[in-house]
């Protein structure tokens, strides 16, 4: 069983090096993970396509490289199958066309989360919408970067099991 200490002891000296290791490690992971080079989109189409992984699997508090890197992952296996080379670019324009309609504003400037959902409720049908929302599952959460943020610890086969490793800490639920 892990024991896991609920109390978080900070002094100044933890502090100051925490807080240095963590803009060292910052610089690095900034200056390494970037998102792979696109095969069949245009890079104009990019910041629409993070927003609407964004609205789609929204965690506020990773930055866009993780979305970046689903999006490349996604244009990738995209150029590999014959005819859907266009799909996320004929979508985008299409993504773009329901926004301007409804907001007169292309999707990726539309402010209001609301209304961009309104947007993505209105194209959900279309098989580019599908294909985002099937691809980007497991595009976004197999980035091994991104398990640690969402408190992911990884398998655990190898280890005997989740039934050694934390099966029984629940701390939230009452006694």
């Known amino acids: 069983m892990r024991l896991v200490e609920k109390r978080t002891i900070l002094n100044r000296r933890l502090f100051l090096g925490q807080s240095a290791g ?5 610089g690095a992971i900034g200056s390494r993970a970037k998102a792979a080079p696109l095969k069949t ?5 990019m910041p629409t396509l993070v927003k609407m992984a964004r609205d789609l699997y929204p ?10 890197t689903a999006v490349a992952t996604i244009d990738g296996k995209l150029a590999a199958e014959p005819g859907s080379a266009n ?4 979508g985008v324009a299409n993504l773009d066309k329901a926004a301007n309609s409804a907001f007169a504003k292309p999707y990726a400037a539309i402010d209001a989360e609301k209304d961009r959902v309104a947007v993505l409720k209105s194209v959900e049908t279309t098989p580019f919408f ?8 497991t595009a976004l959460y197999n980035q091994d970067e991104l398990w640690a943020k969402l408190g992911y610890e990884g398998s655990s086969a190898e280890h005997g099991g989740y039934i050694h490793r934390g099966f029984n800490d629940i701390d939230w639920l009452p006694a």
């Open 41 to 45: 989109l245009a890079a104009p189409a």
């Open 59 to 68: 965690h506020d508090r990773l930055p866009d490289v993780f979305y970046e």
């Open 22 to 26: 963590m803009a060292i490690i910052a």
């Open 130 to 137: 599908q294909r985002m929302r099937s691809e980007m599952i």
């Open 87 to 90: 799909l996320l670019t004929d």
